[in-house]
């Protein structure tokens, strides 16, 4: 693979609201732009990137355009808050905050919801400096010497609000990536209940969006087949 024997050094800067909002209260730099602080890049713990690929690439696979992990890049952002993004093209944006706190079911149900707006054609307007990191070569550590030192991105991650229309397609067309996996709909009811609750009934863009508002989007997945 081209580039497989490079160190990745993700460096981003961003200055837009997340798909996905969770707060525990404001962050340091979620308030605003800031450029990356050394305390708060870290290495991105390969147990977490295993994680990922094993959540992400059955729902990829499921997508009407299936994608190959090989295709697929991941920003991952030093940030406490729970959040998510697609950038479009196959290009998604997780806070270390959403990987820590969530269990594989509530990050499996998240990230259906994103790869849904990946696969529907929602583009979320992401203004970033520097690139993702193909999640493909995070998990080829044993080809890759040196792929631990890869780091996260300092900062917050912002994104967009979708609009009524974009959020209850991606909830729908999610439930049906997880359901071609072998999931069921329940796992998507479960994430949005606990990211929900974790944000104490928040209003962030997205995932959370208040419009529509999260019991009107229950509602539509309870009452999906």
Request: glycine share 12%.
């Amino acid at each position: 693979m081209k580039g497989m024997h490079s160190v990745f050094t993700l460096i981003l800067c961003v200055v837009i609201t997340g798909c996905v909002a969770a707060a525990e209260g404001p962050s340091r730099q979620s308030r605003g732009a800031g450029a990356p602080q050394a305390q708060d890049i870290r290495r991105v713990d390969s147990r977490q990137a295993e994680r990922l690929y094993r959540i992400m690439t059955p729902l990829l696979r499921a997508m009407d355009d299936p994608k190959s992990p090989r295709d697929v890049s991941i920003g991952i952002i030093a940030d406490r808050e729970i959040n998510a993004a697609n950038a479009g093209g196959g290009q998604f944006y997780i806070t270390t905050g959403l990987l820590e706190r969530a269990n594989d079911e509530q990050l499996r149900g998240v990230m259906a919801h994103e790869i849904a707006h990946d696969d529907l054609g929602h583009v979320a307007q992401l203004q970033t400096l520097g690139a993702g990191l193909n999640l493909g070569v995070i998990l080829l550590e044993q080809l890759l010497p040196g792929s631990r030192a890869i780091t996260p991105i300092a900062g917050s991650l912002i994104a967009r609000g979708y609009s009524r229309s974009e959020e209850l397609a991606a909830d729908r067309h999610g439930v049906e990536i997880l359901k071609r996996a072998g999931y069921s709909k329940q796992t998507m009811i479960n994430a949005l209940t606990w990211v929900t609750r974790e944000s104490r009934g928040g209003n962030g863009g997205g995932f959370l969006s208040t419009h529509p508002a999260t019991s009107e989007r229950l509602d539509a997945l309870t009452r999906l087949r």
